[in-house]
């Protein structure tokens, strides 16, 4: 019997055999790449396929009418460094099961893997799918910002002289620019691939209710739990690093260990705020480097900060090449 505000330290296409059709109200992920990383092993390109497929129809299976699937993706290395898209590669899989596209989203970052004989990559992509037309979108709990809030209409007509711009905010669009969790960063655990905690907020506030069910089938170190738990929604998330299991439940408990440590830094700000405790009285894990003791100079921007950012160094590298006057 499958309980939920549970993570279980199990893999997914043994532990999806529990979850009964239809049950799941959002899926939201990132896949282990198959490249070798720390937490995985490297196989070959089509043995992955044939996994994918295996898992999307689990997915099917499982995710609601109503329900949608946020699968975040980045890129297969292949044999020579040959470079392998994956939300290109899976996306016929995921049409072939009736998966009915939403969005393919570009989350874009300021750094990356630095490249040498290609172009640095800057961004991965996050797909999004449904099972039917009839899904869930809350536009209101994720509105951003107008730019131009004050603007009015200009032309003669109904607008003239009015505001033209909603004042509750705009749509976030489909191009995302939060920071990366790796270094000063206050959410990072020792986990190398970590989702920011706004990322998740935003899809699971536009594509559920409270007390809906949240399911990352490959949770890590618990950061699709967090955000559910935080904004009232049942989750539910399976591991087979029991490492990051342990990770994701002392997260999710907001307490010090044994030995007065945090799994990382916000987790401990956290528990300060609400206890009033010495914040030197604590230390917290993360990936690089010794344990730390407690600082206040990791900082969390927003999502339009990161955007502004990037676009300002992209603005940068187009206006000033190396090679710009040097032609004759």
């Not at 997914?12 to 092993?41: A, H, M, N, Q, R």
């Amino acid at each position: 019997m499958i309980k939920y505000n549970k993570i279980y330290n199990k893999d997914f296409l043994d532990f999806s055999k529990k979850i009964p059709e239809e049950t799941i109200d959002l899926i939201v992920t990132s896949p282990p790449y198959g490249i070798g990383k720390e937490y995985e092993k490297k196989i070959p390109l089509e043995d992955y396929l044939s996994w994918s497929t295996k898992v999307f129809t689990e997915f099917r299976r499982i995710l609601k009418d109503t329900g949608s699937l946020f699968y975040q993706v980045g890129t297969y290395v292949g044999e020579k460094g040959v470079h392998y898209p994956w939300d290109i590669m899976l996306f016929p899989l995921f049409v072939n099961l009736e998966f009915i596209s939403r969005n393919r989203i570009i989350w874009i970052r300021q750094h990356g893997t630095h490249a040498k004989h290609k172009f640095s990559n800057r961004h991965e992509s996050i797909l999004w799918f449904t099972k039917s037309h009839n899904y869930k979108f809350n536009l209101d709990g994720i509105r951003v910002p107008q730019k131009y809030p004050n603007k009015k209409g200009y032309r003669k007509g109904k607008l003239y002289g009015k505001f033209t711009s909603d004042p509750r905010g705009k749509n976030p669009g489909d191009v995302w620019a939060f920071r990366n969790v790796k270094h000063n960063h206050e959410e990072q655990t020792v986990h190398p691939c970590q989702f920011p905690e706004d990322m998740i907020t935003r899809i699971i506030l536009a594509t559920t209710d409270p007390k809906d069910i949240v399911f990352d089938p490959f949770i890590g170190s618990g950061t699709t739990a967090v955000v559910a738990k935080h904004y009232n929604r049942r989750f539910l998330g399976c591991e087979i690093v029991e490492e990051y299991v342990n990770i994701a439940n002392h997260r999710l408990k907001g307490e010090p260990d044994k030995n007065n440590n945090f799994p990382n830094l916000k987790t401990l700000r956290h528990y300060v705020d609400l206890t009033g405790e010495d914040i030197a009285k604590f230390t917290y894990s993360r990936q690089v480097g010794k344990v730390p003791t407690p600082s206040k100079n990791s900082r969390i921007f927003s999502e339009n900060y990161h955007l502004e950012k990037t676009i300002e160094r992209i603005t940068y590298e187009a206006e000033n090449p190396r090679f710009k006057g040097e032609c004759k």
